[in-house]
């Protein structure tokens, strides 16, 4: 197992984690730089970005400015490219072995795909979310403080931080009497609420996640989606849906892609799904094709 492996958050825990240096990833600490809450600063920008596997191009010249502190959703047909965009964010897309990154993709200014970017630092900034509910099978505190332990902060403070982001995540009030339980003994929707907090306990800057409610019933999907309204106001949420209710009810801008990996248009949701700009995706928002 490679370092980079480890750090994923669906990877299992081992033994031999050891935390980065602080200040030699590559990324400047935003919280330290004293960055302040924002509505439509830029914190994520691709420029001509294109991510190939083999020789098949799935993303094509996508440029984008995603704000931060916003709902941004990702929508498109079948293969066009959605999780792979989301995947490049993280650069989760090292761990395929045939893809290949082309442009830059900056967070907080910075191209993050820079030799000096540390992709397993990155990842504890920019946090991700599947679509299967994936808690490791230890116990509910386990769970969340795993991203705590990897990131070197197992202090005496890790209860108080387990509870704040079990809270954070909507979850505390039916978990706090069992925190030693499993986690895999959780309802679906708990298990992806779970997920959640760990994604948060270590203080992320965006969360990723991609199509996080489709494994679960409509009560809690519902939950799902009043969380994540909920986070923005804290964290930059970029989320990958096939539903474009889902994403018209909970997103402040929503990326279209459509085949080729091409990002055909980019604007305030209530634009995409009232009056976008392209036919083709207004064929696609109706439903003629995808
Ligand atoms: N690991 C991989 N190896 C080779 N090709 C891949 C890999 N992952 C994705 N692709 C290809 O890249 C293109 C984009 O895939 P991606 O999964 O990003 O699309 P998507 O829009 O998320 O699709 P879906 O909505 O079906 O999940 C597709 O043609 C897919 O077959």
């Known amino acids: 197992m490679t370092n980079e492996q480890m750090t994923s958050s669906e990877t299992e825990p081992t033994d031999d984690q050891t935390a980065p240096t602080p200040g030699t990833d590559g990324l400047a600490d935003r919280a330290d730089a004293g960055a302040e809450?924002?509505?439509?600063r830029t914190l994520l920008e691709t420029r001509d970005l294109n991510v190939y596997y083999g020789d098949d191009r799935a993303l094509t010249d996508v440029d984008i400015e995603i704000p931060e502190k916003q709902v941004?959703?990702?929508i498109g047909p079948s293969?066009?490219?959605?999780?792979?965009f989301l995947r490049c964010i993280n650069r989760m897309n090292d761990l395929v072995d045939a893809a290949h990154v082309e442009g830059e993709l900056l967070f907080d200014g910075k191209n993050v795909y820079d030799d000096d970017v540390d992709p397993v630092a990155l990842r504890r900034k920019i946090g991700m979310v599947f679509q299967s509910p994936n808690p490791f099978p230890k116990s509910i505190r386990d769970n969340v403080a795993y991203g705590l332990k990897v990131?070197?902060?197992d202090d005496d403070n890790v209860d108080e931080k387990v509870h704040r982001a079990l809270e954070r995540?909507?979850?505390l009030e039916e978990v706090e009497d069992q925190l030693d339980s499993s986690g895999l003994d959780l309802s679906g929707g708990q298990q992806q609420r779970l997920c959640i907090a760990r994604a948060i306990a270590p203080d992320p800057d965006v969360i990723l996640m991609d199509e996080p409610a489709s494994a679960l019933d409509p009560v809690a999907t519902s939950k799902i989606e009043d969380l994540i309204e909920d986070l923005a106001e804290e964290y930059t949420v970029v989320i990958v849906t096939h539903n474009m209710q889902q994403a018209a009810r909970i997103s402040d801008k929503t990326a279209v892609f459509l085949t080729g990996g091409e990002l055909v248009e980019f604007d305030d949701t209530n634009k995409i799904f009232e009056n976008p700009e392209h036919d083709r995706v207004e064929d696609y928002i109706t439903g003629k094709f995808g």
Do not use: E, M, P, R
């Open 37 to 40: 809450t924002t509505t439509d």
């Open 72 to 74: 941004t959703a990702v």
């Open 79 to 84: 293969g066009c490219g959605k999780s792979t």
């Open 151 to 153: 990131q070197g902060k």
């Open 169 to 171: 995540a909507a979850l």
